[in-house]
């Protein structure tokens, strides 16, 4: 039985709150030997006295050594293993835009990318990266093709990237890709992986065969490619699991579309961090669980600027005792990956975890920080572990067997 | 989806140099109670400087509990799941002996016996452990055996202990053992466990016929039993897996064999720690990976010799500084079980892990130790854990999921 599975079947109803506060790409790196990571180096009097009544650890999202991209991060923190649910590309990136996706549309990553005129060979993979407004205007001209039974939606990402979506009944998954990986090829056709698959297939060929005359007179955009043809992979919803009102406060649509896969209520809220903890104390009577995110920290990662990651997280600690205030059972601070500014992408690091609740024993740890909790209470463990443990401190769990 | 066919999938190729270090049987125990272990009694500024730069841990290598034999010990180091992943009895008693095996040989671990002349039955499963030199004498007489259609070699290993491997087309393994396991039975004929071993299990008896009466006249040893009959187990390859040029330095062959079988090249060397250290100077342009391997501490362990194997230890923190003065990024310093003095054994016990790249958080570890790595932050993984966070460390993952 999936651990999934279990938790469900162990499932109660209580009226305790449980706030999960997710720093995206928390952990750091020192930026110099000896020096601290971003979380070290940050001012943050209120974690600290967090941490101090709480039992923290170090979390690993999937397995050692393993980078996550956003969707199995936050798949794992809602308690799901993310090396069996899987979210697809082409889905991840359709949320990424805020594209309401519906549970039967296939969605697709493209990349428009340069082809010899004469040979029809791939030369730029990712068309000399042209700008996204010209990735716009070419969605404009792409939304002219028109397919059999099927509503097609053409929609716009960064630079080369946009989404390609079909609406329509009888679409399948379990598609072949036409990005042949390699210059010097051309764009491969799309082949079903299942017969079940085998219109769908046929229809993206369609697509694929206008859009190429339609771009014929573009530069260097003059093609393009369909990547990651996927299905909402149809997740077991939060609510039915946990039996709690499950709501997500994210400013991102990328994890605003994670946790609606995962069957919260996503809030509307603005862009600051301000804004999100408006929205908690708007919402806090008519939830049970909160899944609060803040992006800024993993943006500063990546741009490997250690300063504004500090300030980030700086700021959260500011907001800190306004949320508390709010009085949650149980609290989980975290993040869903790592992202060192000395890396400057997600990595594969573990990362700091607190866990409060008036039913843990708390350890030594009084600085919310990666040296810190190494020596923590909760040792070494997965993301996926975190919300068994939440529900559990919850009083959302009976026992396990007699 | 294994473990091993993930990480295969996230790799990438870069340009960075991954050393692996493997002091064999490293681990060790307080030989009385309150002294120190092998590795805190040794002198070893050099590693605990390492350390001190690093994050260290302790490693399991199969399972709690469970001391392995060399070659799980091994495959677990080079990120194989030792469980799932076996390398037959036969095989490795043949990798031992420096025999060059063939894929598709098969090769079985003979041991001599003693047969009561009138009945067949065994009196003594080990012959009274004859001497070696005799075993080469009958060995020797075996080699006039033959069989329709493979070639055969018998070759002594040590005391009452020999190799058989059968060469030829069509040979197949799943192969009953000859040995009762008690006196007083006679040896068993080889059955097959899968129809398309049949002809190898009637080839195998036939040789059993044919020794049993070149053996007839001789004693203690007149009788012989076959365990363990096996083929190159066929792993994936470490290149294909791990995109890397793999090498292998190891005066033994048991530990060359090994690292054949895994696909790495074996590189000649010569007797001493500090040949072994001139070859990976050597060699050090011409591969991304190095696996190092210590052979005496293992040694010094089995036969109870604290002291010896403490000076091994200091030993290799001699050639420590020349090792990292080729500049490795990513380097680990561990063993491949624990063989305490004390235990005279391979046993189960954790053993110390010592990990250094540029983009590891370094714990508050500055001695290479048991006691100092029980505190480390990397906590307590597992050996097959090891080569993932390796390749995360080097640059050669791709991130998991978008």
Known sequence: MDALERIRELTVESRSKILLLVMDGLGGLPMTPGGPTELEAAHTPNMDALAARSICGMSTPIAPGIAPGSGPAHLALFGYDPLRYEIGRGVLEALGIGFDLQPQDIAARGNFCTLDPETGVITDRRAGRIPTEVSARLCAKLRAIQLPGVQVFVEPVKEYRFVLVLRGEGLE??????????????????????????????????????????????????????????????????????????????????????????????????????????????????????????????????????????????????????????????????????????????????????????????????????????RGGLGHIRHVDLMPLAMACAGRLTKFGA
């Open 173 to 374: 998954d379990g598609l072949t890709e036409t990005d042949p990986q390699q210059v010097g090829k051309p764009p491969l056709p799309v082949y079903p992986t299942r017969p079940e698959a085998a219109r769908t297939a046929e229809l993206l060929n369609q697509w694929m065969a206008q859009a190429r005359k339609l771009l014929a007179d573009e530069y260097p955009a003059n093609g393009c490619n369909l990547r990651g043809m996927a299905k909402d992979p149809g997740l077991p919803k939060m609510p039915d699991i946990y039996r709690m009102r499950c709501a997500a406060i994210a400013t991102y649509p990328m994890y605003r579309g994670v946790a609606k896969l995962a069957g919260m209520d996503v809030l509307p809220t603005g862009e600051t961090l301000e804004d999100e903890v408006e929205t908690l104390k708007a919402h806090w009577s008519e939830y049970d669980f909160f899944f609060f995110h803040v992006k800024k920290t993993d943006s500063a990662g990546e741009d490997g600027d250690f300063q504004r990651k500090v300030e980030v997280i700086e700021h959260v600690d500011r907001v800190l005792p306004d949320i508390l205030a709010l009085g949650p059972d149980v609290v989980i601070i975290t993040g869903d990956h790592a992202t060192p500014a000395l890396w400057k992408a997600h990595s594969w690091h573990e990362l700091p975890v607190l866990l409060w609740s008036r039913y843990i024993c708390p350890d030594d740890v009084t600085q919310f920080g990666e040296r810190a909790c190494m």
